[in-house]
């Protein structure tokens, strides 16, 4: 069992910055692959950053260049640093840990609201 929480998200202008962390405890946090995850309001939830337990990194396209995942396994942390943010990037982002191939060891946190508006 994983708990994850997320947290830092908030109110920005377009074209500002936001960095989200995800806290994870309750288990090896290292064997987990983790993804950061919008869901926008009227859509249906949506990869944006994944990182796997080698380090291997996975971005949506429109994110590209403009976004960074991290993880520090010795902190139980992965971060996502978000930058030139637009106002469709609006939702709340979930952070999510699994076991690929595990439904048993896949884990959701409640999400952070994170929004951009003029």
């Known amino acids: 069992q994983v708990q994850l929480v997320e947290s830092g998200g908030g109110l920005v202008q377009p074209g500002g910055s936001l960095r989200l962390s995800c806290a994870a405890s309750?288990?090896?946090?290292?064997?987990?692959?983790m993804g950061w995850y919008r869901q926008a309001p009227g859509k249906q939830r949506e990869l944006v950053a994944s990182?796997?337990?080698?380090?291997?990194?996975n971005y949506v396209g429109s994110v590209k260049g403009r976004f960074t995942i991290s993880r520090d396994n010795a902190k139980n942390m992965v971060y996502l640093q978000m930058n030139s943010l637009k106002p469709e990037e609006t939702g709340v982002y979930y952070c999510?840990?699994?076991?690929?191939?595990?439904?048993?060891?896949?884990?959701w946190g409640q999400g952070t609201q994170g929004t951009g508006s003029s």
């Open positions: 990182v796997t337990t080698g380090g291997r990194i």
């Open positions: 999510k840990g699994e076991v690929y191939g595990d439904p048993d060891r896949t884990f």
């Open positions: 309750g288990s090896i946090f290292s064997i987990y692959a």
